[in-house]
């Protein structure tokens, strides 16, 4: 903010700098408090800023009513940047500061938009950028960042449900019709992720005994409680044959065979019915895993 304020006072003095740094401060919540948010990327800064200048030195020089004219520049800013993919808020305070600046900033014209927000708002990036990057899980832009996240192997145990791709995603996202600050790339992420832990929680083969129930942790249509019905006991391999009945969920009532081994990373918690819900069996605590049953088991 130093820089962006030594800047600002050169080009347009002490008092006109006071609004220009205005919006720039808000950049720098974004770019120093949620770097990796889209919102805070070096083109929707940059980008941001400037297309907003733009269009608020345009609509000066075009629109005599300064009250018209500044509604007029942060409503055709905030459209600019959403078709330009550079959408970042303070842009629009930017707009507004060509229109409600006073003569200082008037008589700029278009240097408006090179000196001094152009200026300031590559100087902001560049601080921002140094800034993050001794930090790997924090530095700026997001593609030079290293999360550990990135180096989350493709899960290699298929399940029914695992269809989702990134276009997917961004589909979902896309549909919800309204904007959220995440990105498909980054909800990807976050998916195999949740994939990853999933897959790393198994139960112990040799552990499973006739009788026991277990749910594959699901939601919706692909959840299902299985109960064992008939095993070696004790087990001699984990290839050993087991069969099972399916007491909630998807398929209900009917049996099937598999190895331990399979079943083992198939479920996902042991389970329990107590008054027509189905409990989950930890160290002890129970936790509810699924809603109640619309039939008895």
């Known amino acids: 903010m130093l820089a962006v304020i030594m800047i600002n006072n050169h080009f347009v003095g002490s008092n006109g700098a006071a609004l220009?740094?205005?919006s720039l401060g808000a950049s720098a919540?974004?770019?120093?408090?949620?770097?990796?948010?889209?919102?805070s990327q070096p083109w929707p800064v940059i980008g941001g800023h400037t297309v907003s200048a733009i269009i608020g030195v345009a609509c000066v020089q075009s629109i005599s009513n300064p009250i018209i004219a500044g509604a007029v520049a942060v409503a055709l800013a905030i459209t600019a940047m959403h078709y330009l993919l550079c959408i970042h808020p303070p842009g629009g305070?930017?707009?507004?500061?060509?229109v409600v600046g006073g003569e200082s900033f008037h008589s700029l014209g278009y240097e408006y938009v090179f000196t001094p927000v152009l200026a300031s708002a590559v100087t902001i990036v560049v601080i921002a950028i140094i800034f993050n990057y001794p930090f790997a899980q924090r530095r700026y832009p997001t593609s030079w960042a290293n999360p550990r996240s990135n180096n989350i192997p493709t899960p290699t145990i298929p399940l029914e449900d695992d269809r989702i791709t990134r276009d997917d995603l961004e589909t979902a996202l896309k549909s919800m019709n309204r904007v959220i600050d995440i990105s498909g790339h980054d909800l990807e992420q976050i998916y195999r992720s949740a994939r990853q832990q999933t897959q790393s929680v198994t139960i112990d083969p040799f552990k499973i005994k006739v009788g026991q129930c277990f749910s594959n942790g699901h939601y919706g249509p692909f959840w299902q409680v299985r109960e064992i019905i008939d095993m070696a006991q004790p087990l001699k391999s984990s290839s050993d044959k087991l069969i099972y009945r399916i007491v909630a969920g998807k398929n209900l009532y009917s049996t099937d065979s598999t190895s331990a081994d399979d079943f083992s990373h198939w479920a996902r918690y042991e389970v329990f019915l107590n008054e027509g819900t189905w409990l989950r069996t930890e160290n002890s605590d129970y936790t509810l895993v699924e809603g109640k049953m619309q039939e008895s088991v």
Do not use: K, N
């Open 29 to 39: 919540v974004l770019l120093f408090a949620v770097p990796h948010g889209p919102l």
């Open 93 to 98: 305070a930017t707009a507004l500061t060509a």
């Open 20 to 22: 220009v740094v205005a």
